[in-house]
């Protein structure tokens, strides 16, 4: 069973998602309901919940904030509301979903495996941290990529570029060829060779014999060989330089 709590202030709200996580998600196990962001913090520290559908606009503190009170989160977010605004500020926190109110049954459910997939993938890579679910593609020098309907092969050298699309990523090949895949940046970075592949910036990863000019302006840009200009934060300049073996004068 998969160990799911709601943070919710609404009661109609959480009767509502209560009664479609039992008829929806029978593998999803309702372990309690907090109505702020105070209590939620506390319940999640008394059942250690899988998933926590959390509202936005609660009493008190907003619900964005509830992420911060756990330095090493062990559980993944949907969050539930009824405002698109917040929708860039969920997924900088890599929630695996958002959920728009009124909210609908199936897409909760589709939620609700979006998020049981994310959790059992990562439980099982920190059981067993090299069997395969970063699989060990150094000696293949190729990237293994899962998407919506399976896995894509490429070779590193096919990549130029790899950019954050919320908890998926999309990757920006030669021939401008684009492959969403249905995992984060984070996998992508651990997957890659760090003497092949650089990230400048929280939302990109670049191939780093497709930089083509650095250039100082408008806070530092790396432009690449296909015409795309990527933004390189200042404690990353001297990491570069080193890779593209170059002296910083």
Known sequence: ??????????????????????????????????????????????????????????????????????????????????????????????????????????????????????RRSKLAESLHPHSGEIPAQDSFSRLIVPNTEGYIFIDWDD????????????????????????KNLGYFEAALPKNLFFKPHRSYIVHIRKIKSYNRQDGGQILLNNGHSIPIVRNKLEELLTLLQIKHE
Do not use: W
């Not at 909760?108 to 495996?113: M, V």
């Not at 570029?161 to 492959?179: C, P, R």
């Open 159 to 182: 990549i130029i570029l790899i950019k954050a699309e919320g908890t998926y990523s999309n990757i920006i090949l030669s021939g401008k060829e684009k492959v969403m895949a249905t």
């Open 1 to 118: 069973m998969i160990k799911v709590i709601i943070v919710e202030d609404e009661p109609k709200s959480q009767k509502l998602i209560a009664a479609f996580l039992e008829e929806y998600n029978p593998e999803a196990e309702l372990c309690g309901v907090a109505g702020n962001v105070q209590d939620a913090v506390k319940l999640i520290h008394k059942v250690s919940p899988d998933i926590v559908l959390l509202d936005v606009g609660l009493p008190g503190l907003n619900g964005l904030l509830l992420p911060g009170f756990f330095e090493n989160r062990d559980f993944e977010i949907i969050f539930i509301t009824g405002n698109k605004e917040y929708a860039v500020n969920a997924f900088e926190l890599s929630a695996a979903d958002y959920l728009l109110k009124p909210i609908d049954p199936e897409r909760l459910k589709i939620a609700i495996h979006k998020a049981t997939a994310i």
